[in-house]
């Protein structure tokens, strides 16, 4: 039972953090059709920005938060204007492919800057180990997932109650239509990379925050993938679920069964998911018979 | 005053080398190809040589991807695949390594095939992710099967030999290889001119009235899945018995990756573009080592850096080469015949 409640809030964490990576991803599926391969190192960059505010500039981390938010914004911003707006209306491979470069690119960046040898992060989340119902587990990861709980609360509120929200919604549902409304459909592709790179700077941070920083955190980019496939590429609260659902299986089958197939369970789901049910658990069902 | 080049007979249309330039251009090419070993030292035949096997596979990626329309990310797993049941047939059941090869590439194409079924009922970026996972799942087996594979130990492949000769010494690997391209080439060229590769290309530019006018979806697709594996397996296993030796890490995402830049940076849909693309992502490596050389007696921190410029110029080029000319050096190469053709009159 003790290992059945460790893998749980294990798993937890790991969902929570994957599913503030899928919201970023789907939130940018919805509204521009694009699949951000780069989601893993937009991660790995608010990791090291978060890093390099502690520890080289030593500030404290609310500040360092405020100033890591900001540079994803910036990057989110940067990475519409300069990489995909070129590349509206292109083949679905071409813009796949761009993403893949700028993963590349940027997880060069990354390494000129902060080297590529993982280094331990000042925790700025308390890690003492805490007892809950028989199971230790470090506080920072009970944390992790409370305030990636409430991130995706906050973001929840967004979407339904503020303009831009709404507007991003709009767009999403069909950008001729918005833009007719007098919604900027560019501005929202930006505002979408922005709440992308922010979701995922967040991430990052979390995650930097329970095993240190290191190149390998990119790693989260392609687990996305089995996420947002089985929560649907454009459902908000798909994410979540499928956040939660594919950090619970891997746990589970890391601790139960083992042999290194919780590196591959996620994608024999994904598998079989695009098989039975492409669209996800709560996609939009878009039906096209051959 | 020529402006472009028309056919009046479907003979000359249908022909594979249409005009007196191209014949001229091939056979110049030919010529280049069979002199070139005897004049190249140790490591440029090393490099032609990764070029070939790489153009083999480019063009397998790109009867897939380019031609038929379904993006594939699964290029380095079959290419595992090829590389690992060769070896394996060769280690284990004894096999010549030739027959291995053929062999190898059956296996290699069943595989692509059976990974090729959810191509029926998905497209566009849901297939491109469906092939991500078989990718991580055929490199996962790999890993995890030791009782076959040996796991992620390196399985070494005995040195080849052919009438007393060592086919993976440079200069001998050199012929067997490019004649291999030379095949390949020219079987994907004809495919392109019988129905089953007139299906492909209708498949990739409508789906719907493609299946309208009597192409079967299913078994076209997984056809099409089988002949690129097939062509992606004879990589695999070249590079196995050119390597004498087969490591997972060679097969990873990053090697699909490296393809499909290949195919977009030299021409989606073309065999030259493949050739293009194989050969401009193996030289650009090379040259930016060899710069590096070069500047690190001015600036000697260059060293730790390298793997970064490495990896910033691949993602850099793949992004300015999508920008700037989408359809890749193959267009590039186009509009420079044309600009001659069209002199003094080009614009």
Known sequence: MDLFIQLTLTGLTNGAILALAALGFVLIYKSSDVINFAQGEFLLIGAYVMFSMLVQFSLPWTVGLVLTLLVAVGLGVAVERLVLRPLIGEPIISVIMATIGLSSLLRAIVSTIWGNQP???????????????????????????????????????????????????????????????????????????????MTAAIGGALVANIVGVGPELAGFGLRVFPVVILGGLDSIPGAIVGGVIIGLLEAYVGGYIGMGLNQVISFIVLILILMVRPYGLFGQEIIERV | MVSGVFHTSYESDMALRRTPAQKIRIV??????????????????????????????????????GYTGQISLGQGGFMAVGAYAAGLLTVRLGMPWYLSIVVASFVTAAVGAVFGIPSLRLKGLYLAIATLAAQEIILWVVTHWKGLTGGVEALVVPDPHLFGLRMNADFNFYWLAWALVGITALLTLNLFRTHYGRAFIAIRDQDIAAEVMGVNLFRYKLLAFAISSFFVGVSGALLAHYRSIVTWERFTLDVSVLYLAMIIIGGMGSVSGSLFGASFMTLLPALLTNAGRALRKVFPAINTIMPFIQEATFGLVIILFLILEPEGLKKMWEDVKDYFRLWPFSY
């Not at chain 1, 929840?156 to 001729?176: C, H, P, Y």
């Not at chain 2, 002199?35 to 032609?48: E, G, R, S, V």
């Open chain 2, 28 to 65: 110049l090419f030919i010529i280049f190809i069979l002199l070139f070993p005897f004049f190249a030292n140790k490591y440029t035949l090393t490099l032609a040589n990764q070029i070939a096997i790489a153009t083999i596979g480019a063009i397998g990626l790109n009867i897939l991807t």
């Open chain 1, 119 to 197: 280094r331990a992060f000042p925790a700025f989340i308390p890690s003492k180990p805490v007892h809950v119902l028989g199971a230790t587990v470090g506080a920072d990861r009970l944390w992790a997932i409370v305030i990636a709980g409430v991130m995706l609360f906050l973001f929840n509120l967004f979407f339904t109650r503020s303009k831009e929200g709404i507007a991003m919604r709009a767009v999403a549902d069909d950008q001729q239509a918005a833009m007719s409304m007098g919604i900027s459909v560019k501005r929202i592709f930006a505002w979408a990379w922005s709440i992308a790179a």
